[in-house]
């Protein structure tokens, strides 16, 4: 079946920028996701990329896909520590459901 | 306007209570689901509903009954839940479940089962 992978953890300092990776493993993805979510909340769209663009940027955020690779990341610029929580990446697999990964707790530290 | 919103924010309830979970969406989406996430876990899928009609349900113990009374509201009743069933309960709407169209999520009812 369909997998997504995520780091767990990841640490930054206040000001820095912030690179999420996820890799997933269905080739059939049409879109890919990022959500937040905030402790004890529920989980906020933050972007979506189409499988056939390389590249979105949002303001501080930049999403790059590689879909030979299967690789997704999402860039935050300038992090600030209302960014602190955990991102999960997702994808749609052929049917109705979304597959998430499991999800990556992003610190920001002063 | 892109708000889920659910009620209650919060519910503790004992192992004999029957109780009920309501979400809302008032942007004309066709697809509604609930997912429940354990602390520190992505969302599980548990049920899709699809123009008002149950399409998917993943294998979700029958102590969990939902319900799609119209296409703008969800609830998911509940009755002689387990401990282990205490988790974040998270609606979603999207416009339509082809896989392909982004799901908007509500910000969840914490549920506690003592």
């Known amino acids: 079946g369909e997998d997504v992978e995520q780091s767990l953890f990841l640490s930054v300092r206040e000001g820095d920028s912030s690179v999420i990776n996820c890799t997933y493993t269905?080739?059939?993805?049409?879109?890919l996701y990022w959500y937040k979510q905030e402790p004890g909340a529920g989980l906020q769209l933050l972007t979506y990329?189409?499988?056939?663009?390389d590249m979105k940027q949002d303001q501080r955020l930049t999403v790059l896909l590689n879909k030979k690779d299967k690789h997704l990341s999402l860039r935050i610029a300038d992090t600030q520590t209302g960014d602190s929580a955990i991102y999960f990446c997702?994808?749609?697999?052929?049917?109705?459901?979304?597959?998430f990964g499991p999800g990556t707790r992003l610190s920001v530290l002063p | 306007d892109t708000e889920v919103t659910q009620t209650p924010k919060h519910l503790v309830m004992g192992m004999t209570n029957k109780k009920s979970l309501k979400c809302e969406q008032h942007?004309?989406?066709?697809?509604m689901y609930w997912y429940k996430q354990k602390a520190k876990k992505p969302p599980e899928l548990m049920f899709v509903?699809?123009?008002?009609?149950?399409?998917i349900n993943e294998s979700v113990p029958s102590r969990f009954s939902p319900e799609c009374p119209n296409s703008s509201l969800l609830n998911l009743h509940l009755h002689a839940l387990q401990p282990e069933d205490s988790a974040l309960y998270l609606c979603a709407s999207s416009q339509n479940s082809g896989g392909t169209d982004t799901q908007y999520f509500g910000p969840g009812t914490r549920l506690t089962v003592l």
């Open positions: 997702a994808e749609t697999d052929r049917g109705q459901n979304f597959v």
């Open positions: 942007m004309g989406h066709r697809a």
């Open positions: 990329i189409f499988s056939n663009m």
């Open positions: 509903y699809s123009y008002e009609k149950l399409s």
């Open positions: 269905d080739s059939s993805s049409t879109y």
